[in-house]
């Protein structure tokens, strides 16, 4: 199981971060992403990180404002966000590929999905 945490309403500008607590199975090997979707909107992918070597992913979007991290002792993936923008206002999904695919970016690559923490940034 994954349970995501740390949303809130936060003012443009300002950062929040984004908790992603893993259970169940063995996520520390497991290639771990961020998603969010914002109304009316697709699954948009924002970030990523491989299980073994630490390597990171980003979305455009958030390169250079978001850091995804993990802290696998204790089973933790988390999403630090900066000079957050309206833009960004969205539910926010973590998630799991334990198969490492090649298209990261996907959200049909991913098997686990936590159930989604609500980001909302006013302007």
């Known amino acids: 199981q994954l349970q995501a945490s740390g949303g809130g309403l936060v003012q443009a500008g300002g950062s929040l971060r984004l908790s992603c607590a893993a259970s169940?199975?063995?996520?520390?090997?497991?290639?771990m992403g961020w998603f969010r979707q914002a109304p009316g909107k697709e699954r948009e992918f924002i970030a990523a990180i491989k299980g073994s070597y630490d390597s990171t992913y980003y979305a455009d979007s958030v390169k250079g404002r978001f850091t995804i991290s993990r802290d696998n002792a204790k089973n933790t993936v988390y999403l630090q966000m900066n000079s957050l923008k309206p833009e960004d206002t969205a539910v926010y999904y973590c998630?799991?590929?334990?198969?490492?695919?090649?298209?990261?970016?996907?959200?049909?690559?991913?098997?686990?999905w936590g159930q989604g923490t609500l980001v909302t940034v006013s302007s």
């Open positions: 169940g199975r063995p996520f520390s090997v497991y290639r």
């Open positions: 998630a799991a590929d334990p198969r490492a695919r090649v298209d990261l970016k996907g959200p049909e690559n991913y098997d686990y």
